[in-house]
DNA sequence: ATAATTTATGAAACGCGTTTCAAAGCAAGA
DNA sequence: TCTTGCTTTGAAACGCGTTTCATAAATTAT
């Protein structure tokens, strides 16, 4: 395969012109420009990136990491950043974790190693500190509440959109909420379970730890959740279930044992993913798509930390 | 940043015995290892990747093309060829596509310019043609039946498969089935559909144009679906539903409006989602996962072009 | 007409690790 | 003792595009 040298050649120039022809640099009279034009052409020369990425020190890729990617709300993520990624020519490289700490810190070594110009942690499993010996290398920004942090983030405040739905539930009379949860770490799921606690304290309502069903990501746990809930003596009449899949899971489930929906048990899902509507499935909304938007832009603005906040709405329907 | 040539002379070797050590060849004397370990620690030295690449002419990166990244077929997928990328030491990267053909080219073109070292198409718009002229580049592999292609594939029979469907639903009493598809073209509607003209002919069954329902992508589709069932004078009395999300998203639709499944409607679906299960949906199974394995190792395997069937089976459940 | 710019072009250095090749040292076998 | 065959080690070439710097030519400004 032609390199640029042969091209240089080819056209009677130097490689510099041809690197300038390439690269759309003033400075190169038309004649020679067409002529390595042609000669690129008649070669069939192609560029060979790894020396531009060598070069340039840029690889025009950003790495993602999510623990799963076949989860709808990852999924609507992924979409969110790979729509802004292919406006701005990245691409994205997948970092699959199935949340193995070892996997995060082989992306954030990618990004030590310059093979990727930024990386995006959708979730992670592992500690702040790992991930603070590499910020130095290049961008790094979290989806996740980072505002004591040195890291751009975008975020739900997940304390203040908890307390909104936990409210909404009580004044609709409900005084026996549980929720249900991917998994107990994890920044988001503390800030839930704070605002969770605060809640009960505040009206003096009593903890249950039966009420917290974790380990729900997808529509089919909330079968689990189901199974648990009918076995329970004392049951709560609410459930604040943080993904609308498991939401929808409940929902069927519940119709299956002839358990009323919102009489015997008031469902409030998350996202508001497209399921929800379907199933009228009262939610708290999260535009994933755009959240996903906005950290491919802060990884690209690498330069600047900002903290971006994306406000819920709670969208009323029928399971409530 | 220090580079090779800075371990080297800290080291006091040459640049040669440094890479060895980094690349674990023979060869090296003990101690000279050692100080090399050394140093590499003490200027914290870190391989820059890209130069690596630009050396071998491998990037251990592979390409995957899918329309989106967030239905849960394309997630199921994409999840497998993760996982086995993971055990190989290979890094994903994402080129959603949204099926413009441009987007596609693009990823044929990064194969070209030796930035993925092979690429997994999963689903496309493009001619194969557009594809042929790539394939000197580096393998590329095909979710379809490309059996009479000069590329490696996985795929799934779909004339066969939809034909068991289709009979199935025949000994099951039907004669006025239709089915819901993704998208009209493509190699694998065009074989189901090809499998349906055949089974009507053979059964000497007419052909109704509006017993095929396109545009069927998510669980949100089914309502359309619904909506245009219920104003059909002469309705099907079965319906195969090329994707699970879909079939659920018909059955919920179904139960609010008062559509008995299977006694009014039969649905079968397909790939054996969880989502059918928990809604006791028959349907074809289609292990993705191992066809997304399959598909990373056939691209590994670049040399040797192979097309692996993937076989279906029939599971049983209730709404047939 | 002269100075100051702007335009055009190429040699060489740079980014950096891998690999080939030659050479030297040393041990085992003849 | 001599040959054969490892084991060690490093210089130099290689993969290849980008960028800096110097130079020369052509304009424009004074």
Redesign the pocket.
């Known amino acids: 395969?032609a390199?640029?040298?042969d091209?240089?050649k080819m056209a009677?120039?130097?490689?510099?012109?041809?690197?300038?022809v390439?690269?759309d640099y003033?400075?190169?009279?038309?004649?020679?420009?067409e002529a390595v034009r042609k000669a690129m052409e008649e070669c069939n020369?192609?560029?060979?990136?790894?020396?531009?990425h060598?070069?340039?020190?840029k690889t025009f890729l950003v790495g993602v990491v999510v623990p799963f990617s076949n989860h709808p709300y990852f999924g609507l993520l992924i979409d969110g950043i790979a729509n802004a990624a292919l406006t701005h020519n990245y691409k994205l490289v997948l970092i699959q974790t199935n949340y193995e700490e070892e996997k995060e810190i082989e992306a954030l070594t990618m990004l030590k190693n310059k093979q990727i110009d930024a990386l995006i942690i959708c979730s992670r499993i592992c500690d702040w500190k790992a991930i603070k010996d590499f910020t130095q290398y290049g961008p790094i920004v979290l989806c996740e509440d980072a505002r004591e942090k040195e890291v751009s983030c975008t975020f739900v405040d997940h304390y203040k959109s908890f307390s909104i739905a936990l409210d909404y539930l009580h004044k609709k009379g409900h005084s026996r909420i549980g929720y249900c949860i991917g998994r107990k770490s994890g920044t988001n799921s503390k800030q839930r379970h704070s605002a969770y606690v605060n809640f009960l304290k505040e009206n003096s309502l009593s903890f249950h730890s039966d009420f917290i069903f974790s380990g729900c990501f997808n529509f089919e746990d909330g079968v689990k959740v189901v199974t648990e809930f009918v076995q329970m003596k004392e049951r709560p009449t609410a459930l604040l279930v943080t993904s609308d899949q498991v939401a929808a899971g409940i929902l069927t489930c519940c119709k299956e044992q002839g358990i009323f929906i919102p009489e015997d048990l008031a469902i409030m899902g998350f996202d508001n993913q497209p399921i929800s509507k379907v199933m009228h499935i009262t939610t708290l909304e999260i535009p994933l798509v755009e959240v996903g938007r906005k950290l491919f832009h802060q990884a690209m603005d690498g330069e600047r930390v900002t903290h971006e906040e994306i406000p819920v709405k709670l969208i009323e329907r029928e399971t409530v």
């Open positions: 395969m390199n640029i040298k091209v240089a009677g120039v130097s490689v510099t012109t041809v690197s300038r390439l690269n003033p400075y190169v009279s038309a004649e020679k420009a020369y192609q560029r060979n990136i790894n020396a531009v060598l070069s340039k020190g």
